[in-house]
């Protein structure tokens, strides 16, 4: 028992030695995964309970699904620990079902958008296989705030637009909000355990 404790206790040091920067880093990932996990589901919910997603941006959707692709691709292409970037397939998988509701409550998943779909599915088998040209998705990555805030910003005028934001979850904007408030500016330190580097990493928008 007491041997479990002193190896407990000397794990607790050795992370402690990381330094408070680090340390501090690894506490803001996990809180950003963590909002992650949920951010969107409020929105699918209430696409799904009003059956209507009048009031929703479908450019800005798509700008938001690049930003996510960009990052994540990018961080898997460069072989980075994957709790780096944990957030980014569970975004993505969230947005892909919210998506999926957008266009179905909109009666847009036609040809053109399954088209498009299989465009989209075939380079991400592309960049799972590293056969995509990791130069342009270094070229890519820095867009990828701009992008994020034009999303938000295509959103806001299609409420107005529409005059109608019933579809619009307030909880989600709420917790897309506190993460840009919490992790401002969009970029924190975390370390590459691999590569024994510090990498620069981007919040979610």
Known sequence: MMAKLEDFTEVIS???DKGLVLIVADLLSLITVSSCLIIKVPQINTI?????????????????????????SYNYSNDYTFLSYMEYPILLLQEY??????????????RKTQIIAG???????????????????TFLVPFCTPIGAASKILQLITILRTKD??????????????TNMTFEPNYIYLLDI???????HRTPD
């Open 48 to 72: 799904c309970t009003n059956k209507s997603s009048k009031g929703i941006s479908v450019p800005g959707l798509c700008l938001e699904l690049f930003s996510y692709t960009v990052m994540m």
């Open 165 to 178: 934001a019933r579809s619009v979850s307030r909880t989600t904007w709420a917790l897309s909000a506190f």
């Open 119 to 137: 465009l989209y599915v075939i380079i991400c088998t592309l960049i799972y296989l590293k056969i995509f040209p990791i130069m342009i998705l």
């Open 97 to 110: 079902v919210l998506i999926y509701f957008v266009f179905k409550y909109q009666d847009i998943l036609g």
């Open 14 to 16: 050795d992370y402690l």
């Open 194 to 200: 691999k590569n024994d580097e510090i990498l620069w």
